[in-house]
């Protein structure tokens, strides 16, 4: 069985500080689990004192504490290191004058915000999710292939 791609990225860009996206191997199928289902599916509690949705959760936070070699952690945020992506971006870009203002706003604190600004202003959004998209995927297929995991 292959892992669709984007189920992998899209499992990385969507975790956070108090939460994990793992690809559960029997099923290739990616799971977000946050830290507070974990913890309640550590206690124990009732699952009919809370809302459905969160049930479900709780409920897949214990099949993974059961099953946790049927997950792999997906790479993390930290492993993805947006500002170099930014800085590869920026020195690839073929325009002079856009380079080195980009370049110059990316130094210092609130270099992200910046940057996105100065996007915006050169009308540039587009090919810098783009190239962000393309980074995100290396990244997937890298870890695929460091886990023996096919993908399409």
Sequence with gaps: MKVNLKKIVEGMEFQGDE???SLKI????????????????????????????YRDAIEQAREFL???EDYIP????????EYGVMEEFIRS????EQRDELLTLIKGKGAFARFKQG????????????????ALAELAK?????NGIEFQ
Excluded at 74 to 81: A, D, T
Excluded at 119 to 134: H, M
Aim: glycine letters at 0%; one cysteine or more; aromatic letters at 12%.
């Design 66 to 68: 059961n099953n946790e």
């Design 74 to 81: 997906l790479p993390s945020k930290f492993e993805f290191h």
């Design 142 to 146: 890298s870890w695929c292939r460091d």
């Design 119 to 134: 996007l915006e202003r050169l009308l540039l959004q587009e090919k810098w999710y783009q190239y962000r998209d393309r």
């Design 19 to 21: 939460s994990q996206s």
């Design 26 to 53: 029997s099923s290739c199928e990616v799971v977000l689990l946050t830290d507070e289902a974990i913890a309640a599916a550590e206690s124990d509690e009732a699952l009919a004192v809370h809302a459905e949705w």
């Design 93 to 96: 870009w073929p325009i002079d």
